[in-house]
T-cell receptor, first 109, second 116 residues
Framework: EDKVVQSPLSLVVHEGDTVTLNCSYEVTNFRSLLWYKQEKKAPTFLFMLTSSGIEKKSGRLSSILDKKELFSILNITATQTGDSAVYLCAVLTGNQFYFGTGTSLTVIP | GAGVSQSPSNKVTEKGKDVELRCDPISGHTALYWYRQSLGQGLEFLIYFQGNSAPDKSGLPSDRFSAERTGGSVSTLTIQRTQQEDSAVYLC??????????????FGEGSWLTVV
C-alpha cells in the first residue's frame, strides 16, 4: 500500500531556531515529491523534488530528496513566527497524489 | 471511511462534455476543500465548504465550475462544457474544523481529468 509519513506530527520552537521536517514514503512509480505550507485554506507550494541529492533552496528554506532511502527533509533556518503553519509533503506517483498528514510547526517569539 | 475518498480516480472526456467528480470526506469533518493541481504548478484553491455556512467559491475559475455538498458530507464538483485547459488533477481535502494553524487537512488521492 502506498503511503507518505511525516514526522514529527507537531513541533514547537523559539524564534531563531533551526528545524528539520521529515517525509518518508513508500510508493510505486514515484514521479516527484512536493512540499507545501498550509496556513489558511490553500496550501502554498514550496518545492518540487524529482532528483536525488540536489538541494532546492528558497531563502531560509531548503529541501533535499533521497530516492535510495525514500525520504525528504525540509529545513528552515532562523525561524520566525510567520513560519508557524502546517507543512505538507506529497508524493506524485503515476497518476495519484499521496499526502502526508503534515507537521504542525509553532514558532514562539 | 478511514480517509478522504474520491471518484473517479481517472476520467478521460471529450471537449464540451460535462463531468462530475465526487468526494467523500472523513466522517465528522466539517470543512471540505476542492483544489486543482496542474503538473508543475502549485495547488489552486477552488472552493471551501465549512459546516452549514455558505461556501467560499472565490477560487472557481469560471461559471462552468460548480460544487455542492449535500447533508454536510459528500461533495460533487461539476465542470460543464469541459475545455482542454481543465485537464488537471482535482484534489479534495477535509479537516475537522476551520483552516487554522494546527488543523491538519487530509487529502484524497485525486481525480485525474484529461479533456481530449
Amino acid at each position: 500500500e502506498d503511503k507518505v509519513v511525516q514526522s514529527p506530527l507537531s513541533l514547537v520552537v523559539h524564534e531563531g531556531d533551526t528545524v528539520t521536517l521529515n517525509c518518508s514514503y513508500e510508493v510505486t512509480n514515484f514521479r516527484s515529491l512536493l512540499w507545501y505550507k498550509q496556513e489558511k485554506k490553500a496550501p502554498t507550494f514550496l518545492f518540487m523534488l524529482t532528483s536525488s541529492g540536489i538541494e532546492k533552496k528558497s531563502g531560509r528554506l531548503s529541501s533535499i530528496l533521497d530516492k535510495k532511502e525514500l525520504f525528504s527533509i525540509l529545513n528552515i533556518t532562523a525561524t520566525q513566527t510567520g513560519d508557524s503553519a502546517v507543512y505538507l509533503c506529497a508524493v506524485l506517483t503515476g497518476n495519484q497524489f499521496y499526502f502526508g498528514t503534515g507537521t504542525s510547526l509553532t514558532v514562539i517569539p | 471511511g478511514a480517509g478522504v475518498s474520491q471518484s473517479p480516480s481517472n476520467k478521460v472526456t471529450e471537449k464540451g462534455k460535462d463531468v462530475e467528480l465526487r468526494c467523500d470526506p472523513i466522517s465528522g469533518h466539517t470543512a471540505l476543500y476542492w483544489y486543482r493541481q496542474s503538473l508543475g504548478q502549485g495547488l489552486e484553491f477552488l472552493i471551501y465548504f465549512q459546516g452549514n455556512s455558505a461556501p467560499d467559491k472565490s477560487g472557481l475559475p469560471s461559471d462552468r465550475f460548480s460544487a455542492e455538498r449535500t447533508g454536510g458530507s459528500v461533495s460533487t464538483l461539476t465542470i460543464q462544457r469541459t475545455q482542454q485547459e481543465d485537464s488537471a488533477v482535482y484534489l479534495c481535502a477535509s479537516s475537522l474544523g476551520p483552516p487554522t494553524s494546527g488543523n491538519t487537512i487530509y487529502f484524497g488521492e485525486g481525480s485525474w481529468l484529461t479533456v481530449v
